[in-house]
C-alpha cells in the first residue's frame, strides 16, 4: 500500500473528537452541498430544456416543410400546394423520420357562451397525432364523416377562458370578404401543453373542413408537418429535404427556426446554469484549500518529524493530497445523494410549483442524466486534487527544529 495514503486514511480515522475532526467535518459538508447545488441545478436546467422543447415538438412537430412567402418568411402562407405523394414517400424513407403529416391554418372566430376569441385553426388528417409532451382529456377527432368531422379540440387555457367543457357545441366564424361562414362543431377534446404559444392561439380540427371552407381540392394543403424520433437530427433532416427532396416555392424548416426566440430564452437559462456551476466548483475548491491550510499548521509537528524521520517533501506532500481526495470523496458521495434525494421528491411530488404562464409548466422539472452527475463528480474531485499543490506548498516552510522542540 501506498506509505502517503495510508498515512492520510489512518490520520482521518484517529480524528474523533479533536479540533481537526470538526473541520473535515465541516469541509465534507461544504463540499457535499456545492456538489449537491451543482447536480440539482444541471437537472433543472436540462428539466427546462426537455420539458418545453418536448411540449412545443409534440404540437409543432420538429420539421416544416412549407411554401416560401416573401412577406411572412418561414410562416405558413395562404397559397395552397397539391399533395405530393412522393415527396411524403421520400421524406418517410430518411432516417430518424417518425411521422409525415399534411395541414393547412387558417384563423377563426370561435363563439360559445356568449363570448368570442380568435384562434388559429390547425386543420390535420387522421396521422397526425400529439406526441409525449402534451396531455389530452376525451377522445380525438373522429375522421369516420365521409364530409369532415364536425369535432375540434381546444386547449385548456382557451376552455376555460369561455367556459367550454367536453362535449359542448361552438361556433366557428370563418371570416371571407367580410362575411362569416359559419360552422358548429363539437368539443370532442381539450389539450394542455402549458405553452401559451400554443394554448392561447390554436385549435386543432379535420383538414377536410379547412379545405371546404377555403373551397380548396381535397389535394389542396399547406405543408406537412414531419415528426422525429430526435430532435437533434431536425436540421439534418430539414437540410436533406431543402437540398434533394423539394423545388421551390417548396422550402424546408424546423421549428427552432420558427420559434427562435424560445430556444434562445432556453440558452440564456443554460449560461445561467453554467456561471451557477462554475461559482460553486470555486466555492468547492476554495473550501478545500482553506481546510487543507487549517489541517497542515494543526499538524504541523507530525510534518516536523516525518521530515526528521527522512520522509521527503513529495511524500509528504501527498499525504496531503490523498486527504483532501478522501474529504472531497466523501463530499461528493454525500452531495450525490442529497441531490438525487431532493430530485426524486421534486419528480414525484412537485414539491416546487412554477406560474406557468411564465415557465410553461407548472411544477419545476427535472430530467437526471447520468453522465452528467458522473463529469460533475470526476471533474470536482479532479479540481479539488489539483488546486491543492498551491496550499501544499506551505510543507516546505515547516522546519523539524522549530515544531518538535515544543513537543
Not at 5 to 19: C, D, N, P, S
Request: charged share 15%; aromatic share 10%.
Amino acid at each position: 500500500m501506498n506509505l502517503s495514503f495510508f498515512i492520510a486514511r489512518r490520520y482521518l480515522v484517529k480524528q474523533k473528537g479533536t479540533f481537526s475532526s470538526f473541520i473535515i467535518k465541516l469541509a465534507i459538508v461544504a463540499t457535499a452541498l456545492s456538489v449537491a447545488v451543482m447536480i440539482v441545478a444541471m437537472a433543472i436546467v436540462t428539466g427546462f430544456n426537455y420539458s418545453v422543447t418536448d411540449k412545443l415538438f409534440s404540437f409543432m412537430g420538429h420539421v416544416h416543410v412549407v411554401p416560401y412567402d416573401a412577406s411572412q418568411s418561414n410562416t405558413i402562407a395562404p397559397i395552397p400546394v397539391r399533395y405530393d405523394a412522393a415527396l411524403v414517400a421520400g421524406i418517410m424513407q430518411l432516417p430518424h423520420v417518425k411521422a409525415v403529416s399534411p395541414f393547412a391554418q387558417r384563423p377563426v372566430i370561435l363563439q360559445a357562451h356568449g363570448q368570442m376569441d380568435g384562434l388559429q385553426l390547425k386543420g390535420v388528417n387522421e396521422n397526425y397525432h400529439f406526441l409525449g409532451g402534451i396531455t389530452t382529456t376525451g377522445a380525438g377527432i373522429d375522421y369516420r364523416d365521409s364530409n369532415y368531422s364536425k369535432q375540434v379540440l381546444l386547449s385548456q387555457t382557451t376552455a376555460d377562458r369561455m367556459n367550454i367543457t367536453l362535449g359542448d357545441t361552438v361556433q366557428l366564424d370563418f371570416i371571407e370578404g367580410g362575411v362569416p361562414r359559419i360552422r358548429k362543431v363539437k368539443v370532442s377534446g381539450i389539450y394542455h401543453s402549458g405553452m401559451e404559444e400554443v394554448d392561447k392561439y390554436y385549435g386543432v380540427c379535420d383538414l377536410r373542413l379547412i379545405q371546404r371552407i377555403n373551397n380548396w381540392s381535397a389535394d389542396s394543403i399547406n405543408g406537412y408537418q414531419v415528426d422525429l424520433d430526435d430532435p437533434k437530427y431536425a436540421d439534418t433532416v430539414s437540410a436533406f429535404i431543402h437540398y434533394n427532396l423539394t423545388q421551390p416555392p417548396i422550402e424546408s424548416y424546423t421549428t427552432v427556426e420558427n420559434y427562435n426566440f424560445i430556444f434562445e430564452w432556453l440558452e440564456l437559462q443554460g449560461v445561467n446554469g453554467t456561471i451557477l456551476l462554475s461559482i460553486m466548483a470555486i466555492v468547492a475548491i476554495i473550501n478545500m484549500g482553506a481546510v487543507l491550510v487549517i489541517l497542515m499548521v494543526d499538524r504541523a509537528m507530525m510534518i516536523g518529524l516525518l521530515k526528521a524521520l527522512g520522509m521527503t517533501f513529495e511524500d509528504t506532500r501527498n499525504i496531503f493530497l490523498c486527504i483532501a481526495g478522501l474529504i472531497g470523496a466523501a463530499g461528493i458521495l454525500l452531495g450525490n445523494i442529497i441531490a438525487l434525494t431532493l430530485c426524486w421528491l421534486q419528480l414525484h411530488f412537485g414539491l416546487v410549483k412554477l406560474p406557468e404562464e411564465t415557465y410553461y409548466m407548472r411544477h419545476v422539472p427535472v430530467k437526471i442524466i447520468w453522465w452528467q452527475i458522473g463529469v460533475i463528480d470526476i471533474v470536482t474531485l479532479l479540481l479539488c486534487i489539483l488546486c491543492m499543490w498551491l496550499p501544499a506548498l506551505y510543507i516546505r516552510r515547516i522546519q523539524p527544529a522549530k515544531v518538535l522542540q515544543f513537543k
